[in-house]
Every structure is written in C-alpha cells, then in structure tokens.
C-alpha cells in the first residue's frame, strides 16, 4: 500500500494528523492528504458554504400578543433613537464638509 493511500485510510479512521507524523509519515504527505480529504468534504456538501452560518435552522414560535404589546414600545423608543443618531450624523457630516482638513 503507498504512503498516500495508507495515511488517507487512517486519517478516514479518524486519527489525528500529529498522531500519523508522530509514528513517522511524512508531515508533508499527511498535510497533503489532509487537505484532500477535507476539499473532498466542502465540495462534495452542496449549497454549504465555508464559514456559512445557517440563520433559521430553527424556527422561533410566533410571538403572542402579549409579548408584542411589550416589545412594541421599546421598538418606537429605538426607532426614534436611530432617527437621532442619523440626523446628528448628517450634522456632522455638513459640518465637516463645510470645514477644511487642518492635516491637509
């Protein structure tokens, strides 16, 4: 059996790479079959995406109408806040367009 063939068939067995270049295969043949392994994986997983964060993998109960009565003054509270921040922005903004950079 080659050196290939071999490590792949113990990284499959679920042995550790440091574990393989500890009893003496090659590290850049472990590290090789490694990343064939796990590029095997990814592509062979369609639609997942490297670093792919699936947001509704489950679904949250609709709220009842006593928890929207109590939610929805603090969402007014909090919409009126970003309207706030937003016009204080465009304040700011006109004030530094208006003005010259001293670095400048």
Do not use: Y
Not at 2 to 7: D, E, I, R
């Amino acid at each position: 059996m080659k050196v290939t063939k071999h490590v792949e068939h113990l990284l499959r067995q679920g042995r550790k790479p440091k574990e393989l270049v500890e009893l003496g295969f090659p590290k850049r043949v472990v590290t090789r079959v490694r990343r064939k392994l796990k590029d095997e994986k990814t592509t062979s997983q369609p639609g997942s995406q490297k670093g792919k964060v699936e947001l509704n993998s489950h679904p949250q109960p609709a709220a009842t109408p006593v928890e929207m009565a109590s939610v929805l003054p603090k969402l007014g509270s909090l919409e009126s806040k970003i309207q706030q921040l937003e016009s204080r922005m465009e304040d700011t903004e006109t004030r530094l367009d208006g003005t010259s950079c001293p670095w400048s």
